[in-house]
């Protein structure tokens, strides 16, 4: 996966992100924050998650089936991991 390397370190700073919010929620939730608060904050780690699953499966899509070098079959076989990932995130 060259586009998870290419963008390793924007993708970390997006992971380490979502990671700080995620332990956010936890202190939120431990110190009986406002409900409103704590829906805010999950709207807000899903968001983050959203967002980089866009950018990861934007570089999968682009690298791996947009490429002229790829052969048919391995182009199945990429079209088939997305399709999975995508039901399997979308559930």
Known sequence: MAHTIKGKKALLTRVRRIKGQVEALDRALEQEVECGAIL???????????????????????GHLGAEDVSPAQRRTDLELVIDALRSYLK
């Open 40 to 62: 805010q904050q999950i709207a807000a780690i899903r968001g983050a998650v959203n967002g980089l699953m866009a950018e990861v499966l934007e570089g999968h899509i682009r």
